[in-house]
């Protein structure tokens, strides 16, 4: 095990930035991956990259059989992260469960009544308008917006950020009704059907939620059903492929 590389890695994956770090399993050649740039004596080709690329994906290591021996792929991804627009009831429970689940919580709200270490203690505060917010933030690839306001003046300045943005998901509160004179403002804006078909909305799965632990329980559902969805079907199409191997 080389030690500098796997500090480069640690180091990475804490500010912010997917590495892997590539190892033979015979030779114990090592190699480091982030981005397009690569650090050791282990030799990275298109076939390496790829499985890579699948694994940082997927968010699991991987193994690779090369013409040289297999080849562990340990992935150091980022923290995943949730930005939650508007101090409310739900964002409460909310707030918590998604940090157990492993994420880096942001509250958004300007509303310092509302937005205060009182109500969300060891919670990041951020007291910028959501659009101000959202640019300061830089929503990424690991990144969950959940708006909860009903408040068009905060939610749809930050679903519209959200949307240019790479989010995995974006979700906001609110009925059907609510939902879809929320889309016309966003046609408005200039944003195509494709583009609000992103949108979580109403937001969470529907398991009969009524108090805000329940409805922040049916969203942080939702919100693992979509992230870890690439991660399913892949493991199902890995199925696939060997019983078609055993079958013939």
């Given at each position: 095990?080389?030690?500098?590389?796997?500090?480069?890695?640690?180091?990475?994956?804490?500010?912010?930035?997917?590495?892997?770090?590539?190892?033979?399993?015979?030779?114990?050649?090592?190699?480091?991956?982030?981005?397009?740039e690569i650090a050791g004596d282990l030799p990275v080709d298109d076939v390496i990259a790829a499985a890579i690329r699948?694994?940082?994906?997927?968010?699991?290591?991987?193994?690779?059989?090369?013409?040289?021996?297999?080849?562990?792929?340990?992935?150091?991804?980022?923290?995943?992260?949730?930005?939650?627009?508007?101090?409310?009831?739900?964002?409460?429970?909310?707030?918590?469960?998604?940090?157990?689940?492993?994420?880096?919580?942001?509250?958004?709200?300007?509303?310092?009544?509302?937005?205060?270490?009182?109500?969300?203690?060891?919670?990041?505060?951020?007291?910028?308008?959501?659009?101000?917010?959202?640019?300061?933030?830089?929503?990424?690839?690991?990144?969950?917006?959940?708006?909860?306001?009903?408040?068009?003046?905060?939610?749809?300045?930050?679903?519209?950020?959200?949307?240019?943005?790479?989010?995995?998901?974006?979700?906001?509160?609110?009925?059907?009704?609510?939902?879809?004179?929320?889309?016309?403002?966003?046609?408005?804006?200039?944003?195509?059907?494709?583009?609000?078909?992103?949108?979580?909305?109403?937001?969470?799965?529907?398991?009969?939620?009524?108090?805000?632990?329940?409805?922040?329980?049916?969203?942080?559902?939702?919100?693992?059903?979509?992230?870890?969805a690439p991660v399913e079907q892949a493991k199902a199409e890995r199925a696939a492929a060997k019983a078609r191997e055993?079958?013939?």
């Amino acid at each position: 095990m080389n030690i500098r590389l796997l500090n480069q890695a640690l180091a990475a994956s804490r500010s912010g930035k997917a590495a892997a770090l590539v190892t033979n399993l015979k030779s114990g050649k090592q190699s480091l991956v982030q981005g397009h740039e690569i650090a050791g004596d282990l030799p990275v080709d298109d076939v390496i990259a790829a499985a890579i690329r699948r694994a940082w994906e997927r968010d699991e290591n991987d193994t690779v059989m090369t013409g040289d021996g297999k080849l562990f792929i340990e992935i150091f991804n980022p923290r995943l992260r949730m930005l939650v627009v508007g101090a409310v009831h739900i964002a409460q429970p909310l707030a918590r469960m998604a940090a157990l689940t492993g994420y880096l919580v942001t509250i958004v709200d300007p509303r310092s009544a509302f937005a205060n270490a009182e109500r969300f203690p060891d919670v990041t505060l951020n007291g910028e308008w959501p659009d101000d917010a959202m640019k300061q933030l830089v929503p990424d690839r690991r990144t969950a917006i959940v708006t909860l306001t009903h408040d068009p003046k905060l939610d749809d300045p930050a679903l519209a950020e959200a949307l240019r943005s790479d989010a995995f998901y974006i979700g906001a509160l609110g009925s059907r009704r609510t939902h879809a004179r929320r889309c016309e403002r966003l046609k408005e804006a200039g944003f195509t059907e494709e583009q609000m078909a992103r949108i979580h909305g109403p937001i969470g799965l529907k398991i009969g939620a009524i108090s805000p632990a329940e409805i922040a329980v049916s969203i942080m559902a939702e919100v693992t059903q979509v992230l870890r969805a690439p991660v399913e079907q892949a493991k199902a199409e890995r199925a696939a492929a060997k019983a078609r191997e055993a079958a013939e």
